[in-house]
C-alpha cells in the first residue's frame, strides 16, 4: 500500500549545509497547515484505495508544528485515509524540540517513530554546521524520547565534517548504539548551491570537506555498524533486524506514495509530480483551488534508469527479470555493461541478482550512471 508524505517548510534557523526548502519566518505557518488541509482533500483520490502503510512528516523542521495545527493535519488525514496500529507514522524533529509535553503530543497524535536530527555529538562540528541544538539537548532528546514511550527512533549522523576523524565518527556512532537506537541514517556532508556553507567556502571562511576523509568514514561507518549488528539496506542508511524505514523503502522499490505541501514529490502511475517550491504561491494557489505541481511521465527508459540508481543503492538490488519485463533489450544492456563490475569485485550476482560490495558503494553513482540507457 502507499504512503503519504507531508513537508513542513520552516525552520528555527538555517544549518549551514541544507538545501531543503525551508523559511525560517514561521509567520505563514497557520495558513500553510490549513493549505497541507485543502491540498489532502484535493489529493484524497490521488492514490489507490484509502489504505496507508506509512505518514511521513519531514521538512523542514515538523516538530515546530504546534497541538493544533498538527491535530488539524491528523484530522485531514484521517477523514480520506485508513490506516492501522502497524501503519509507520514518522515526525522528524530536531533535539531542541524534544520535551515531555512534545513528546506526549506526538504519541496522542498517532506518532509512532521519530527522526532525530542529532548529526553530531560534537560541539565543534554543531557549531560549524549552525545547528539551533548543543550536545546536551542531543543527549537529552533521546533520553527523553524513549522515557516517554518513542523507542522506535532513526537517528541523522553527518561525516565528512572538516576537522572530524575517525575517533570522532567512532564516538558519534557509540553515543547511538550504546543508547539503543534502532535505526541510523549516515549522510557524507556536501557542499550545495545556494548554502550558507558554499558561501563560507567560496569566502574561505571554513574549509572544504575533504573526498578522502569522507571515504574513510564512509567505510569505517559500514564495518562498525555492521560490527554491531545493523544491515547496511541502503547506501545512507542502516537498521537493525525488522527496524528498516517502511516509508522511505517504499521510495526505493518504486511504490505510490502522496506528497503534501510546497516543494512535495508524488509518485503514481510511472508518473512524477512536485508542488512548486514557494509558500505564499502555494498558499495562493491552494485558496484557488488548483494544485500548484507539474509532472513528468517516465519513459521505458526513464524508468529502467531509476530502477538500476534505486535497486543499487539498496540491498534488494537490481533483479534482472524486473529489467527484462520493461524491455529484453535493456535487459542485453545491462548485463553486458555490469560484467567488467562484477569482474572488478564493485558488484555481486547471487540468482540473478546485483548488489554493490563495500566497495562498491564508495562509487555507487558512477556505476549507476555508466549502466543507464542514454
Not at 535497486?311 to 520493461?326: C, H, N, P
Request: proline fraction near 3%; hydrophobic fraction near 35%.
Amino acid at each position: 500500500m502507499p504512503g503519504v508524505y507531508i513537508h513542513i517548510p520552516f525552520c528555527k534557523q538555517a544549518c549551514s549545509y541544507c538545501n531543503f526548502h525551508f523559511s525560517t519566518n514561521l509567520s505563514l505557518k497557520k495558513k500553510l497547515v490549513e493549505s497541507i488541509c485543502k491540498e489532502i482533500s484535493l489529493q484524497s483520490n490521488f492514490l489507490p484505495g484509502n489504505g496507508l502503510t506509512s505518514v511521513y512528516f519531514g521538512g523542514g523542521t515538523p516538530s515546530l508544528l504546534d497541538e493544533t495545527e498538527l491535530h488539524t493535519i491528523f484530522e485531514s488525514l484521517h477523514k480520506y485515509f485508513n490506516w492501522n496500529e502497524d501503519t509507520e507514522i514518522t515526525l522528524e524533529a530536531n533535539p531542541d524540540d524534544i520535551t515531555d509535553i512534545s513528546c506526549k503530543l506526538w504519541k496522542k497524535s498517532g506518532i509512532n517513530r521519530l527522526s532525530i536530527g542529532i548529526q553530531t555529538f560534537s560541539a565543534e562540528e554543531l557549531k560549524f554546521m549552525n545547528r539551533a541544538h548543543d550536545v546536551y539537548q542531543a543527549e537529552q532528546s533521546i533520553e527523553i524520547a524513549q522515557y516517554n514511550g518513542l523507542i522506535n527512533l532513526t537517528c541523522d549522523l553527518i561525516y565528512g565534517v572538516p576537522g572530524s576523524t575517525l575517533n570522532s565518527l567512532e564516538y558519534n556512532i557509540k553515543q547511538l548504539t550504546d543508547r539503543g537506537i534502532p535505526h541510523i541514517s549516515a549522510y557524507a556532508l556536501t557542499v550545495e548551491n545556494k548554502t550558507l556553507l558554499a558561501h563560507q567556502i567560496k569566502k574561505g571562511m571554513v574549509l572544504s570537506p575533504d573526498d578522502q576523509l569522507a571515504e574513510q568514514q564512509y567505510l569505517f561507518l559500514m564495518q562498525s555498524l555492521g560490527n554491531a549488528g545493523f544491515e547496511h539496506y541502503e547506501i545512507s542508511n542502516f537498521a537493525i533486524p525488522g527496524k528498516m524505514a517502511v516509508h522511505n523503502t517504499n521510495y526505493w522499490k518504486g511504490e505510490s506514495y502522496l506528497g503534501v505541501g510546497p516543494s512535495a514529490h508524488s509518485y503514481h502511475q510511472n508518473t512524477r509530480y512536485w508542488n512548486v517550491a514557494n509558500n505564499a504561491l502555494y498558499i495562493k494557489s491552494i485558496e484557488n483551488g488548483i494544485i500548484p505541481s507539474e509532472k513528468e511521465s517516465l519513459s521505458k527508459a526513464d524508468r529502467y534508469n531509476e530502477y538500476i540508481m534505486t535497486g543499487l543503492r539498496t540491498s534488494f538490488g537490481v533483479d534482472v527479470e524486473k529489467i527484462a519485463a520493461l524491455d529484453e533489450e535493456f535487459k542485453h544492456y545491462f548485463l553486458n555493461l555490469i560484467e567488467g563490475y562484477t569482474a572488478s569485485g564493485y558488484v555481486s550476482e547471487k540468482n540473478n541478482i546485483f548488489r554493490l560490495s563495500r566497495e562498491g558503494k564508495l562509487f555507487a553513482d558512477k556505476i549507476a550512471s555508466d549502466l543507464f540507457w542514454v
